[in-house]
């Protein structure tokens, strides 16, 4: 199996190393001539107004929740759906009736207008 | 031999980018150290021949709970951007209490018999993880997901914000 | 001369018996495949990109009435390579009160992204840089570390707009990651294998009935639905939004880092038509590929040229959605959908019905889930319409 990865990993390695490496010769080529008001932050040549990090609002959270609920569902289906010509009719069910307990999720998402995008 | 070399070389980055998790001022910086952790986890994982939850193991951690964290520490306004000490009066309690669970995990493993033989993986292991699922592990694996249903209910119930 | 000799693996074959003539170690001939083989993708990653590059402006520009680029060589086919040289010279401005480390490492995990995805891309029968078990669910892994790189760039960028443009990039791929990935899962379900080669191989069969997109037609848009909101591609390319946030989380970077997004964006795009060729329009299968395994590689590059063209045709022409417009169509219409064709599939291949019979149930099924998915949304954003509320928020139908 390992053999495999073998080329992931030089692929990864290479991968992580050419951007900078590309980097590395604009760095070269490039003038540099930095000053004050080039290197401000750009927001449409208006002065920037407060701090930047400000504070996000819950909805992001909460679909990203929904989404790790469904993202550890996907993870349970794609053996199962590797598996799925060993499985028997009842086997099936049970992959259903998971299916369908999240669905309900969704639904009850849907329902009290979670899935809203104010 | 490589393999040995590598697991080390992926061993000292987890435990760097741990160290840096708890250490750095900046709070993103240390969700940032936190995904650099998560992912030499899952290259130790897949050192072990463990392709299947390597995978899980970058898709739920980099690519749901670590992300789930940012979201939450930009829901926090009073941290963000603040590079506060993250040394407060009970880091030695903090630092004897991880201590003495390292040292629990640690007498708890060399206990266990983990079997391990020279057995190659199965060709098809990930089709015997997903029978395994609907065999023999079929309760778990549906009260897995009662439990991922009442999380989702509850994150709804409260983080839902109030219609007026 | 044998046709069947003209088959790629061959020179993988030749190259290995090379270097064992030479009196190399097995572990060196091993590490010398895994560099060449890695090297050999980034060389045609980058060709690639220059060249989608040139593609999409050229489709755009005719698209929309205009001449596109027509100056550098013919055609403007240099265009891109004064473009690169142009990229190399600019200045590199960083924000003064930018987080430095985080804002260089950004755009070299957006390129690590796209590179990584490009290993198991299989060009041909066994042309693959790594077949791995797991091939679905590892581009899945290889793209949450492109949320994390726009994420990233967002947030060090110490910009209002840039942070607004990251959090909406990723609030976008990771709802439309759900619908794409369930979309993927369906052939896997009938295939049983998630190696992208042997998906591929599963869809053989008399002139390309076999491909997954005549059984499955709903999984497959989906699937180039939610392609397009995870290649960041208009109509959902709210994370751009030139006339609101001004260009999203890469509004601060210039020079050779710019041109690293600039390149992510375009590979990515190819990426994910790639993946739909090989998952749905049957990979590198075709006419008389058996006999000539070469040929797989221009049936490939023409299904995902086809794809990318469809791509490019869509960001041409169709205008921007809200954002409550996009999270709803996510969650509303084509999560449930996906869902309801998972259980559907699963059934009706348990049926045990033979062969041709299985293929029309399955694509019955499919046209019947994607028209009453129709109805219901058409009736749902009438009576939202009449409601007097906005367009499109479609309302549970009562039970």
Same mark, same amino acid.
């Given at each position: 199996?390992?053999?495999?990865?073998?080329?992931?990993?030089?692929?990864? =390695?290479? $991968? &992580? /190393? !050419?951007?900078?490496?590309? #980097?590395?010769?604009?760095? +070269?080529?490039?003038?540099?001539?930095?000053?004050?008001?080039?290197?401000?932050?750009?927001?449409?040549?208006?002065?920037?107004?407060?701090?930047?990090?400000?504070?996000?609002?819950?909805?992001?959270? =909460?679909? $990203? &929740? /929904? !989404?790790?609920?469904?993202? #550890?569902?996907?993870?349970? +289906?794609?053996?199962?759906?590797?598996?799925?010509?060993?499985?028997?009719?009842?086997?099936?069910?049970?992959?259903?009736?998971?299916?369908?307990?999240?669905?309900?999720?969704?639904?009850?998402?849907?329902?009290?207008?979670?899935?809203?995008?104010? | 031999?490589?393999?040995?070399?590598?697991?080390?070389?992926?061993?000292?980055?987890?435990?760097?980018?741990?160290?840096?998790?708890?250490?750095?001022?900046?709070?993103?910086?240390?969700?940032?150290?936190?995904v650099?952790?998560f992912a030499?986890?899952a290259?130790?994982?897949?050192?072990?021949?463990?392709?299947?939850?390597?995978?899980?193991?970058i898709i739920?951690y980099i690519g749901?709970?670590a992300?789930?964290?940012?979201?939450?520490?930009?829901?926090?306004?009073?941290?963000?951007?603040?590079?506060?000490?993250?040394?407060?009066?009970?880091?030695?309690?903090?630092?004897?209490?991880?201590?003495?669970?390292?040292?629990?995990?640690?007498?708890?493993?060399?206990?266990?018999?983990?079997?391990?033989?020279?057995?190659?993986?199965?060709?098809?292991?990930?089709?015997?993880?997903?029978?395994?699922?609907?065999?023999?592990?079929?309760?778990?694996?549906?009260?897995?997901?009662?439990?991922?249903?009442?999380?989702?209910?509850?994150?709804?119930?409260?983080?839902?914000?109030?219609?007026? | 001369?044998?046709?069947?000799?003209?088959?790629?693996?061959?020179?993988?074959?030749?190259?290995?018996?090379?270097?064992?003539?030479?009196?190399?170690?097995?572990?060196?001939?091993?590490?010398?495949?895994?560099?060449?083989?890695?090297?050999?993708?980034?060389?045609?990653?980058?060709?690639?990109?220059?060249?989608?590059?040139?593609?999409?402006?050229?489709?755009?520009?005719?698209?929309?009435?205009?001449?596109?680029?027509?100056?550098?060589?013919?055609?403007?086919?240099?265009?891109?390579?004064?473009?690169?040289?142009?990229?190399?010279?600019?200045?590199?401005?960083?924000?003064?009160?930018?987080?430095?480390?985080?804002?260089?490492?950004?755009?070299?995990?957006?390129?690590?992204?796209?590179?990584?995805?490009?290993?198991?891309?299989?060009?041909?029968?066994?042309?693959?840089?790594?077949?791995?078990?797991?091939?679905?669910?590892?581009?899945?892994a290889?793209?949450s570390v492109?949320?994390m790189?726009?994420?990233?760039?967002?947030?060090?960028?110490?910009?209002?707009?840039?942070?607004?443009?990251?959090?909406?990039?990723?609030?976008?791929?990771?709802?439309?990651?759900?619908?794409?990935?369930?979309?993927?899962?369906?052939?896997?379900?009938?295939?049983?294998?998630?190696?992208?080669?042997?998906?591929?191989?599963?869809?053989?069969?008399?002139?390309?009935?076999?491909?997954?997109?005549?059984?499955?037609?709903?999984?497959?848009?989906?699937?180039?639905?939610?392609?397009?909101?995870?290649?960041?591609?208009?109509?959902?390319?709210?994370?751009?939004?030139?006339?609101?946030?001004?260009?999203?989380?890469?509004?601060?970077?210039?020079?050779?880092?710019?041109?690293?997004?600039?390149?992510?964006?375009?590979?990515?795009?190819?990426?994910?038509?790639?993946?739909?060729?090989?998952?749905?329009?049957?990979?590198?299968?075709?006419?008389?590929?058996?006999?000539?395994?070469?040929?797989?590689?221009?049936?490939?590059?023409?299904?995902?040229?086809?794809?990318?063209?469809?791509?490019?045709?869509?960001?041409?022409?169709?205008?921007?959605?809200?954002?409550?417009?996009?999270?709803?169509?996510?969650?509303?219409?084509?999560?449930?959908?996906?869902?309801?064709?998972?259980?559907?599939?699963?059934?009706?291949?348990?049926?045990?019905?033979?062969?041709?019979?299985?293929?029309?149930?399955?694509?019955?099924?499919?046209?019947?889930?994607?028209?009453?998915?129709?109805?219901?949304?058409?009736?749902?954003?009438?009576?939202?319409?009449?409601?007097?509320?906005?367009?499109?928020?479609?309302?549970?139908?009562?039970?």
């Amino acid at each position: 199996m390992l053999e495999h990865y073998g080329l992931i990993g030089a692929l990864a =390695l290479i $991968a &992580l /190393i !050419f951007p900078f490496v590309g #980097v590395g010769v604009a760095w +070269l080529l490039r003038p540099k001539r930095p000053d004050p008001i080039k290197n401000s932050v750009y927001e449409c040549g208006v002065e920037t107004i407060g701090d930047t990090w400000v504070q996000f609002r819950a909805q992001y959270y =909460l679909f $990203a &929740l /929904i !989404f790790v609920v469904f993202d #550890v569902e996907i993870m349970f +289906l794609f053996p199962i759906a590797v598996a799925f010509q060993r499985l028997d009719m009842m086997q099936v069910f049970y992959v259903i009736l998971f299916v369908v307990l999240l669905a309900d999720g969704l639904l009850y998402a849907w329902r009290k207008k979670a899935l809203e995008w104010q | 031999m490589a393999q040995q070399a590598l697991f080390l070389i992926m061993a000292v980055f987890t435990l760097g980018m741990a160290l840096g998790t708890v250490t750095s001022r900046n709070i993103f910086h240390s969700a940032l150290f936190l995904v650099g952790s998560f992912a030499g986890v899952a290259v130790i994982y897949f050192l072990l021949e463990a392709e299947f939850v390597g995978v899980a193991q970058i898709i739920i951690y980099i690519g749901a709970i670590a992300t789930l964290i940012i979201f939450a520490i930009m829901l926090s306004r009073s941290v963000t951007g603040q590079n506060g000490s993250p040394m407060n009066r009970q880091w030695a309690f903090a630092a004897l209490g991880a201590a003495l669970l390292f040292a629990a995990l640690a007498w708890l493993f060399s206990r266990v018999d983990f079997g391990s033989t020279a057995q190659p993986v199965p060709e098809d292991a990930i089709a015997l993880i997903g029978a395994g699922l609907v065999t023999e592990y079929v309760i778990p694996f549906e009260v897995a997901s009662i439990l991922l249903l009442v999380a989702l209910v509850g994150a709804i119930l409260i983080a839902r914000e109030r219609h007026s | 001369m044998d046709l069947s000799q003209l088959d790629l693996r061959l020179i993988g074959v030749w190259f290995n018996n090379m270097l064992a003539g030479a009196g190399l170690a097995p572990g060196i001939i091993s590490l010398i495949n895994w560099v060449v083989g890695a090297l050999l993708l980034l060389i045609f990653a980058l060709t690639l990109a220059i060249a989608l590059i040139w593609i999409e402006r050229k489709l755009a520009a005719r698209l929309q009435d205009r001449l596109g680029p027509n100056r550098v060589g013919p055609y403007g086919l240099l265009q891109m390579v004064a473009d690169v040289l142009k990229l190399l010279t600019k200045e590199d401005i960083t924000p003064l009160e930018a987080d430095r480390v985080t804002y260089n490492l950004a755009p070299a995990l957006a390129v690590f992204q796209v590179m990584m995805a490009m290993a198991v891309i299989p060009f041909a029968n066994g042309v693959i840089g790594a077949d791995v078990n797991i091939g679905v669910l590892y581009l899945m892994a290889i793209g949450s570390v492109g949320a994390m790189a726009a994420l990233m760039a967002g947030w060090s960028s110490n910009n209002k707009y840039a942070l607004v443009g990251g959090f909406r990039v990723v609030a976008q791929l990771l709802s439309y990651e759900i619908p794409l990935v369930m979309a993927m899962l369906i052939p896997v379900l009938v295939a049983g294998t998630m190696r992208m080669n042997g998906l591929a191989e599963a869809q053989g069969g008399w002139f390309g009935l076999g491909w997954y997109v005549w059984t499955l037609p709903t999984a497959f848009l989906i699937f180039f639905i939610a392609a397009l909101a995870e290649g960041e591609r208009a109509p959902f390319d709210l994370l751009e939004a030139e006339s609101e946030i001004v260009a999203g989380f890469n509004i601060e970077y210039s020079g050779m880092k710019f041109a690293w997004f600039y390149l992510a964006f375009f590979l990515n795009s190819w990426v994910l038509a790639a993946v739909g060729a090989t998952i749905f329009l049957g990979g590198w299968q075709g006419p008389f590929v058996a006999q000539i395994p070469a040929l797989g590689v221009i049936y490939f590059i023409a299904k995902t040229l086809l794809l990318f063209f469809i791509q490019a045709w869509v960001r041409a022409t169709f205008p921007r959605l809200r954002i409550d417009q996009m999270m709803s169509f996510c969650w509303k219409v084509l999560v449930p959908m996906a869902l309801l064709l998972f259980i559907a599939v699963a059934v009706t291949l348990k049926l045990g019905l033979p062969q041709p019979v299985q293929g029309v149930a399955l694509l019955g099924l499919n046209l019947v889930i994607l028209l009453a998915t129709l109805a219901l949304v058409s009736r749902a954003q009438k009576r939202s319409v009449g409601a007097g509320k906005r367009a499109f928020a479609p309302e549970l139908p009562r039970l």
